[in-house]
T-cell receptor, first 111, second 112 residues
Framework: RKEVEQDPGPFNVPEGATVAFNCTYS??????FFWYRQDCRKEPKLLMSVYSSGNEDGRFTAQLNRASQYISLLIRDSKLSDSATYLCVVNPARQGGKLIFGQGTELSVKP | DGGITQSPKYLFRKEGQNVTLSCEQNLNHDAMYWYRQDPGQGLRLIYY???????QKGDIAEGYSVSREKKESFPLTVTSAQKNPTAFYLC???????????FGPGTRLTVL
């Protein structure tokens, strides 16, 4: 089992839609979690950090379920500019501070 | 402006040549990282450094070398021993290890 797993997509949604991505992780001792977005041929950029049960920033909400070992990202009222690949990232603990990156979920928002 | 810079943006290399990628940060971060990304793939950790004058191998260190002589600099050398060096190389830093990482714009290396 991979340490961090994401549905690769692509998710094709119309503008204004609500879309949710799930990410599962294998290490139950994982301490912190992050969502990044990566545009085509660009570097990843931090979208949100999750240190407790969840976090919300405008149209974006991240929720953590430690019992089931998954973290979700919800995007409300999708914009064309939300089209990107979303990376789920986990700090698995006891690995020298390394972060583990998921393969990413591709989102395409259409007019 | 604080940030992470990588140079060059594009790099072309002949087979058998070593090449060094630059990474500089002025964020006063202790930890720095090098990742490799291949088309359609996730990020894979090459090397990381939690503090000056110390670094550890990541998951795919073979054919690469690094140094960390200064806090703000973490250059990566791609040696001729690296079998498939063509990739997108990303440098990142974080205030300490295990927290949010911030990325430079990357270097695209192509071996001709």
């Amino acid at each position: 089992r991979k340490e961090v797993e994401q549905d690769p997509g692509p998710f094709n949604v119309p503008e204004g839609a609500t879309v949710a991505f799930n990410c599962t992780y294998s290490n139950s001792a994982s301490q912190s979690f992050f969502w990044y977005r990566q545009d085509c041929r660009k570097e990843p950029k931090l979208l949100m950090s999750v240190y407790s049960s969840g976090n919300e920033d405008g149209r974006f909400t991240a929720q953590l379920n430690r019992a089931s070992q998954y973290i979700s990202l919800l995007i409300r009222d999708s914009k064309l500019s939300d089209s990107a690949t979303y990376l789920c990232v986990v700090n698995p603990a006891r690995q020298g501070g390394k972060l583990i990156f998921g393969q990413g979920t591709e989102l395409s928002v259409k007019p | 402006d604080g940030g992470i810079t990588q140079s060059p943006k594009y790099l072309f290399r002949k087979e058998g040549q070593n090449v060094t990628l630059s990474c500089e940060q002025n964020l006063n971060h202790d930890a720095m990282y090098w990742y490799r990304q291949d088309p359609g793939q996730g990020l894979r950790l090459i090397y990381y450094s939690q503090i000056v004058n110390d670094f550890q191998k990541g998951d795919i260190a073979e054919g690469y070398s690094v140094s960390r002589e200064k806090k703000e600099s973490f250059p990566l050398t791609v040696t001729s021993a690296q079998k498939n060096p063509t990739a997108f190389y990303l440098c990142a830093s974080s205030i300490v290890s295990g927290v949010e990482q911030f990325f430079g714009p990357g270097t695209r290396l192509t071996v001709l």
